[in-house]
């Protein structure tokens, strides 16, 4: 009897295993199928590409991560990467590099505790609050600019993006691996990062227990904001512009990054480990499109077809 119920302990944890890291296991299938359809997927300058590529979208992915987990979404993330590279491009002949930064940054965490105050304070569902946000940030990115993108002039400024550790290893990987550790000591870890979860499962088991839901619910916008300016800083420098249209494709791939990494879009179940698969798979599947000469139409095809059958198969494993 105790070896059936030992048995049935070591199938349930081994299940468990195979839910959780799912994505990871087709990851590698699709890895391999890259590198049998063209040798030059896996050499060192394309992998390079790759992180390059997959670093924004995931920084943004996190943030999108902690606010789905809440049981809320963010569909002002792209919006808020072009308005605060617009900004930051008009302000940094004035104010320098470092200041500049620091404007935009609070900006764009003001931005997140607006749309969080909204919601919590008059009861809005949070598609409805920020999705007219993007509207309304979208419109103001291209007012300002009159459409034009806006050029940046300070060589210094372009080494966000353009530099690297040891000539190797380039800043923006290094600042989603930051952000990934960051987010995973928070959520697992830290007092509040349990709350999230908390919040996510049944706010109003929630509020039973002492959590300040509303002012909660704002950080985790506000931290988003400021995540996604962070971002638009980054691509500003890469572009070396400000650009109404820059965030334009961000929201796709944040969302269906978290989706594909396991997260409920209920909230309250998922993590930023499942979101990291999410986007490594997004991002090497795009490159391998790429490589073998797909048209962006028919990518765009593939690329929904093949994420619609990742999700049923993650639902079906859950």
Same mark, same amino acid.
């Given at each position: ?30 890895? +391999? ?5 063209? =040798? ?9 590409? +790759? ?5 924004? =979208? ?13 049981? &809320? +979404? ?7 990467? $072009? ?13 320098? !590099? ?14 997140? *505790? ?8 008059? @009861? ?39 530099? $690297?550790?040891? &000539? ?14 960051? $987010? ?10 349990? %709350?999230?979860?908390?919040?996510? /499962? ?6 039973? *227990? ?7 619910? !704002? ?17 500003? $420098? %890469? ?28 909230? &309250?179940?998922? &993590? ?13 599947? @795009?490159?391998?499109?790429?490589? /073998? ?7 765009? *095809? ?14 079906? *494993?859950?």
């Amino acid at each position: 009897m105790q070896k059936r119920k030992n048995l049935i302990l070591e199938n349930t944890k081994i299940r468990n295993l195979v839910r959780k890291y799912l994505i990871f296991l087709i990851l590698i299938v699709l890895l +391999i199928v890259g590198h049998l359809s063209d =040798p030059m997927f896996i050499t060192l300058r394309n992998q390079k590409n +790759i992180m390059l590529n997959f670093s924004v =979208p995931f920084i943004l992915s996190i943030g999108q991560t902690m606010v789905i987990l809440t049981g &809320g +979404i963010d569909l002002s993330i792209g919006s808020v990467v $072009s308005l605060t590279g617009v900004t930051l491009a008009f302000i940094l002949p004035k104010t320098g !590099i470092l200041l500049g930064v620091i404007i935009v940054l609070l900006m764009g965490g003001a931005i997140g *505790a607006l749309n969080g105050y909204i919601i919590s304070r008059f @009861k809005i569902l949070p598609f409805l609050v920020t999705l007219s946000s993007m509207i309304v940030y979208e419109g103001l990115a291209f007012i300002v600019t009159g459409s034009v993108p806006v050029p940046i002039t300070i060589p210094a400024f372009y080494k966000i993006d353009y530099g $690297s550790i040891f &000539g190797v290893i380039p800043l923006p990987v290094i600042y989603s691996a930051i952000t990934f550790i960051l $987010s995973v000591i928070f959520l697992n870890y830290h007092v509040i990062g349990r %709350r999230v979860y908390q919040l996510g /499962n049944d706010e109003k088991t929630a509020k039973l *227990a002492g959590i300040k839901v509303n002012r909660l619910k !704002i950080g985790i916008y506000m931290l988003n904001g400021f995540i996604a300016a962070f971002c638009g800083i980054i691509v500003a $420098s %890469r572009i070396k512009l400000g650009a109404p249209t820059a965030g334009k494709g961000f929201l796709f791939d944040s969302i269906a990054a978290v989706c594909l990494g396991g997260t409920s879009l209920m909230g &309250g179940q998922g &993590g930023v480990i499942g979101t990291l698969g999410g986007m490594l798979l997004m991002v090497n599947l @795009k490159n391998i499109l790429v490589l /073998n000469d797909v048209s962006i139409y028919i990518q765009d *095809a593939i690329r929904g077809v093949i994420i619609l059958i990742s999700v049923i198969a993650l639902s079906k *494993a859950r």
